[in-house]
């Protein structure tokens, strides 16, 4: 069972484009939800992370957007650069049991063409 | 470097071989995990420490995997008899826990394992 559903699985922008990325959720426990950036060969690195408490987080050029009714969430990269090019995931964790162990998408595969 | 550390970044190894895995977290980190990254996929959740004890392991661990965290400072896993299923890359991190917050995770650069 899929907790995390990502799409699209690859996109293409073009530079200054916005970049849209979606994730959606099943399990209603879960209270926090990251967003990581992973470069070949690299581990994921965090990008910017949103509680439900709050419908929009914005850090520079990146904002989640957060939809706690139809548990749903999105990253939105403005004015995309070529150096964003990498693999994002979306995670969401849960409180429960303790380890609050992230529970990933299966990532999206962004290119931004010069 | 202050980050997460993995060793050895890869690793070739005859299926049948044992190999061991040693990831070094940032300091004053409590918790501690593993996960597993197989091409096109996000990481999957291996198991977890907090501190020296290991206080959860997913369904993917299965009997040929350990690992252990001595003294509740670096970790190391370990896979014996390695199929050629276990390829992949095996990522650890770390976080500073407190009692239901989640904190950010610091992942480390991984251990690509290819078992031949």
């Known amino acids: 069972q899929q907790q995390v559903k990502q799409s699209p699985q690859s996109l293409i922008v073009q530079k200054g484009g916005i970049s849209i990325i979606n994730c959606a959720y099943e399990?209603?426990?879960?209270?926090?939800f990251p967003w990581y950036q992973q470069f070949p060969g690299k581990g994921p690195a965090l990008l910017i992370a949103?509680?439900?408490?709050?419908s929009e987080k914005k850090e520079g050029r990146f904002t989640i957007s957060f939809n706690k009714s139809a548990k749903q969430f999105s990253l939105h990269i403005m004015d995309s650069q070529p150096g964003d090019s990498a693999t994002y995931f979306c995670?969401?964790?849960?409180?429960?049991?303790?380890?609050?162990?992230?529970?990933f998408g299966k990532g999206t595969k962004l290119t931004v063409n010069p | 470097d202050t980050g997460v550390s993995q060793n050895p970044r890869h690793k070739i190894t005859k299926r049948g071989q044992n190999v061991t895995f040693r990831c070094d977290p940032i300091?004053?980190?409590?918790?501690l995990y593993w996960y597993r990254q197989t091409l096109g996929q996000g990481p999957e959740f291996l198991t977890y420490?907090?501190?020296?004890?290991?206080?959860?392991k997913s369904r993917l661990l299965s009997d040929r995997f350990s690992a252990e965290r001595p003294k509740g400072s670096f970790s190391t896993l370990e896979i014996q008899r390695t199929e050629q299923g276990d390829s992949a890359m095996y990522l650890c991190?770390?976080?500073?826990?407190?009692?239901?917050?989640?904190?950010?995770?610091?992942f480390g650069q991984g251990t690509r394992l290819t078992v031949v």
């Open positions: 995670a969401a964790s849960s409180p429960q049991g303790g380890s609050e162990k992230l529970v």
């Open positions: 300091s004053e980190h409590n918790r």
């Open positions: 420490f907090q501190n020296e004890a290991q206080l959860e």
């Open positions: 949103i509680r439900p408490d709050v």
């Open positions: 399990n209603t426990a879960f209270d926090y």
């Open positions: 991190a770390s976080s500073l826990g407190g009692e239901g917050v989640n904190t950010e995770a610091f």
